[in-house]
Each structure stands twice: as C-alpha cells, then as structure tokens.
C-alpha cells in the first residue's frame, strides 16, 4: 500500500487535520530550533521557522485535492495557531 493509498484512507475530520497540521510543522520547528541554536549563523534566520509553518499550506492543497475539506479546514486552524505563537515569539524577542 502507497502512502497515497494511506492518506486518502484517513478519516475526514476536523480533530485530525489540527493533528496533522500541528504535528508535522512542530517535528520540523524542532529540528529548525535545534540547528539555530547549534549554527551561529542561522541564529537570525527567522525564516526558516516561516517556512515550516508555511508547509502546512502544501498539506492542505494536497487534502483539499483529495477532497478532505474537513482536514484541509483543521489543518487552517493548526497554522493560525501555529503564526499566533510565532507572532508571540517576535514580540517577546
């Protein structure tokens, strides 16, 4: 079985598209914080955090394609939750 024979078999819910789209940006700002913080020269790349959280609009086109739009709708809510902490983040900088 493909992992498009996966994905298309995942149930249409709102509470797994929140867990698909805070999950995976969290896995990749985890490694993102980790190599800012190990590299000097990546200390001022917020960038980089933007573009983890910016990965959640490729899940969501992909799910909206599948047409899961109650994933695709979760996965929204994971990356204003997601902008909301870096937002938080900026500001305390």
Excluded: E
């Excluded at 698909?20 to 700002?29: E, S, Y």
């Amino acid at each position: 079985m493909t992992l498009g024979n996966r994905l298309a078999q995942i149930k249409d819910s709102v509470f797994t598209g929140l867990g698909i789209g805070l999950l995976i940006p969290g896995v990749l700002l985890a490694i993102v914080w980790y190599l800012m913080h190990k590299f000097a020269f990546l200390a001022k790349a917020d960038l980089l955090l933007i573009g983890c959280i910016a990965v959640n609009a490729g899940l969501m086109h992909y799910f909206f394609k599948l047409n899961k739009d109650n994933i695709g709708r979760g996965i929204i809510s994971a990356t204003f939750l997601w902008a909301f902490a870096f937002f938080f983040y900026k500001i305390t900088q």
